[in-house]
């Protein structure tokens, strides 16, 4: 099993930043593409921003230019930089993972998320 646990939400006024990470632990043997995804109630959960292993990244496009995500392989851990926030940033965020454990079982995880609220 792989356990994926966000951390780094809050309350930031428009304009502001915020940094969020995500980190994976359990069994793993291989993370292959992480993301951000972001739930506003009544809504779709939506794509923020992805990155592959080897690095490669894909932001939706309400996000380029002011999100940054990365991760280190080596602590499994990934983040996201937001800078430039927005009121229709506010959303719960998701870290997903799709990893292989050590049992080279695959599966697609899902944290349980983290409140991001941009507000003056």
């Known amino acids: 099993q792989v356990q994926l646990v966000e951390s780094g939400g809050g309350l930031v006024q428009p304009g502001g930043s915020l940094r969020l990470s995500c980190a994976a632990s359990?069994?793993?043997?291989?993370?292959?593409?992480m993301g951000w995804y972001r739930q506003v109630p009544g809504q779709q959960r939506e794509l923020g921003a992805s990155i592959r292993s080897g690095g490669l990244t894909n932001y939706a496009d309400s996000v380029k230019g002011r999100f940054t995500i990365s991760r280190d392989n080596a602590k499994n851990t990934m983040y996201l930089q937001m800078n430039n926030l927005k009121r229709e940033d506010t959303a719960v965020y998701y870290c997903?993972?799709?990893?292989?454990?050590?049992?080279?079982?695959?599966?697609?995880?899902w944290g349980p998320g983290t409140q991001v609220t941009v507000s003056s």
């Open positions: 359990g069994s793993i043997f291989m993370i292959y593409e």
């Open positions: 997903n993972a799709d990893a292989v454990s050590s049992t080279r079982s695959r599966w697609n995880y």
